[in-house]
């Protein structure tokens, strides 16, 4: 008894000293999604008036751009872009950008959402600009792929696919890009704590069939993380023999699929978002980039395409 009176003053204490505002960003996505603008808004007034202006302010700033963007509201997201990327840069004074994540996701978004409204404007030349430009100066930092993604979707389809790195993997060897040529192609990038990836395996498994006969071949590469489920920090042996786990347990129907494992290739190919889907023609071109899982009908009528050509 006496425990559980201790334990319960100890609660009311972290009560007392936990900020009231310690999840803003679920709370401005939440006034989005129930409220609109103005309700969010007014959560970020009161945290700002209560905690100034911090990383997770500005992450949570961040999503009044990209609710926008998805609403069509191009002038309201590009204006709250430009806000989110004012405030990230002010705070880049005084930290570095990866010192905890909240900063980097919000400068992300705020880049992402500025060069997809020029873009949706018609203005694709300076939205690629804007993403080469944030390379540059961001390219060493965790941003990188997701830059990378964006330019990629203005920029990639149509040009020579990125040769692969496979220094380390699992599976049948990898086979250079440059090897497959006269032969489609199709690129799974995966990561071994990703459902929707463990959800696209069977279409993969299933097209990958129907499509032997005209020469499909499947390379699925992955990344390091630096953990597991089990291992909040984990070595690269043991996160590598966890990977392999994942894959027979999960992927038994691609276990012969080539699995190059570089942080590399996600960089190149811009593979923030897993998985991602990039088909290429028998000469070695994207024909398809695509982040986030598929269909079967849909990834079915773009390998079709590629095959038919």
Request: glycine share 6%.
């Amino acid at each position: 008894m006496i425990r559980n009176i201790r334990f319960g003053k100890l609660l009311v204490l972290i009560a007392l000293v936990t900020p009231a505002w310690a999840g803003i960003v679920e709370d401005v996505r939440a006034a989005l999604a129930q409220s609109g603008f103005s309700a969010a808004e007014d959560d970020l007034k009161s945290y700002r008036g209560q905690n100034g202006v911090t990383a997770e302010y500005i992450e949570a700033y961040s999503w009044l751009g990209r609710t926008a963007l998805n609403a069509h509201e191009y002038d309201q997201a590009a204006a709250y872009a430009k806000q989110t990327k004012i405030l990230a840069v002010e705070q880049l004074k005084q930290r570095p950008l990866d010192a905890e994540p909240h900063l980097p996701n919000a400068l992300g978004a705020a880049i992402e959402v500025e060069s997809q409204t020029l873009a949706a404007r018609g203005q694709r030349s300076q939205a690629i600009a804007v993403l080469q430009s944030a390379l540059r100066t961001y390219g060493s930092t965790s941003i990188r792929a997701r830059l990378q993604k964006n330019l990629n979707l203005l920029s990639l389809e149509g040009k020579p696919a990125p040769a692969l790195r496979a220094e380390q993997f699992l599976g049948s060897k990898p086979p250079v890009l440059a090897q497959l040529k006269g032969s489609p192609v199709l690129l799974f990038f995966w990561a071994h704590w990703c459902g929707d990836c463990k959800a696209e395996a069977p279409i993969i498994t299933q097209l990958r069939t129907e499509f032997a006969p005209q020469g499909l071949t499947v390379l699925g590469p992955t990344k390091l993380y630096g953990y597991t489920a089990q291992v909040e920090h984990a070595s690269p042996s043991d996160e590598l023999a966890y990977i392999d786990a994942v894959r027979h347990r999960f992927y038994g129907g691609l276990l012969d699929m080539p699995v190059p494992i570089s942080k590399y290739n996600f960089d190149a190919y811009g593979a923030s978002t897993t998985p991602t889907l990039v088909l290429l023609d028998r000469t070695g071109k994207v024909a398809m980039y695509h982040p986030g899982a598929l269909p079967y009908e849909q990834l079915k009528a773009e390998i079709e395409k590629v095959v038919a050509r």
